[in-house]
């Protein structure tokens, strides 16, 4: 189920990557600013990466993988409004492709942790099963 909603939070990942992460106003009209412009490359990477990591069941690296995608993304986010400003556009707005691609992140680092408790659980279990106390 884990492995599941991690490829979800992946599939997710891609798809905004692929998608329009801000648009830009000026004096010649409104155009969309590409995520493939501006990171998304990595985070596609990332993001087959986390599939894989899920398949092998590496939740600990899943994890990580997409804490730094969401990081990634969260800093252009952040630095890519002045950036096109300073390029000289009079307005500059997120949209979906970058907020997209964060939820993705998010819920792929979600599987992630629930898988690590899974496990932590199961350890447990066992520990006490060949302490042969049962856990407090």
């Avoid at 819920?107 to 407090?136: D, I």
């Amino acid at each position: 189920m884990t492995t599941l909603l991690a490829a979800t939070g992946a599939a997710a990942m891609i798809a905004g990557a692929l998608g329009p992460w801000a648009t830009q106003l000026s004096v010649l009209g409104q155009s969309s600013l590409p995520g493939m412009d501006y990171g998304g490359v990595a985070v596609i990477l990332l993001a087959l990466l986390v599939t894989l990591l899920a398949v092998v069941d590496r939740p600990t690296l899943v994890g990580a993988c997409a804490l730094a995608a969401a990081l990634w993304i969260c800093i252009v986010m952040y630095g890519l409004p002045g950036a096109v400003i300073s390029a000289g556009a009079d307005e500059v707005s997120i949209t979906w492709g970058a907020y997209l691609a964060l939820a993705g992140c998010l819920v792929a680092l979600g599987a992630a942790l629930r898988r690590e408790r899974v496990l932590a659980q199961a350890q447990g279990a066992h520990h006490a099963a060949v302490v042969g106390r049962p856990e407090a």
